[in-house]
Nanobody
Framework: QVQLVESGGGLVQPGGSLRLSCAAS????????MGWYHQVPGKQRELVAR???????NYADSVKGRFTLSRDNAKNTVYLQMNNLKLEDTAVYYC??????????????WGKGTQVTVSS
């Protein structure tokens, strides 16, 4: 099994920046599509950004141009650079790994989340 541990969350002012990290253990992220999701109370968990095993990225419209997702396979870590943060970005952010090559097996893993609070 794969364990995912998020870090880097915290309190930031509107317009500020934050970098989230997702460190994986028990498996190599190179065979997974990796994603960041966020969730607020009373709402479903939503995809923020994802990156495929090949490096292709996809972003939610609300964060496009402000957030950048990257992966460092050597460090087995995924990052979410969050710039120009807005009040509505406040949420718990979760790291996700999903099998990129299904013939190797179909697996999905979640981290426990890290809180991001944008407040003045």
């Amino acid at each position: 099994q794969v364990q995912l541990v998020e870090s880097g969350g915290g309190l930031v002012q509107p317009g500020g920046s934050l970098r989230l990290s997702c460190a994986a253990s028990g498996g190599k992220i190179s065979i997974y599509n990796m994603g960041w999701y966020h969730q607020v109370p009373g709402k479903q968990r939503e995809l923020v950004a994802r990156i495929t095993s090949g490096g292709s990225t996809n972003y939610a419209d609300s964060v496009k141009g402000r957030f950048t997702l990257s992966r460092d396979n050597a460090k087995n870590t995924v990052y979410l650079q969050m710039n120009n943060l807005k009040l509505e970005d406040t949420a718990v952010y979760y790291c996700n790994a999903k099998s990129a090559y299904t013939w190797l097996g179909e697996y999905e893993y979640w981290g426990k989340g890290t809180q991001v609070t944008v407040s003045s």
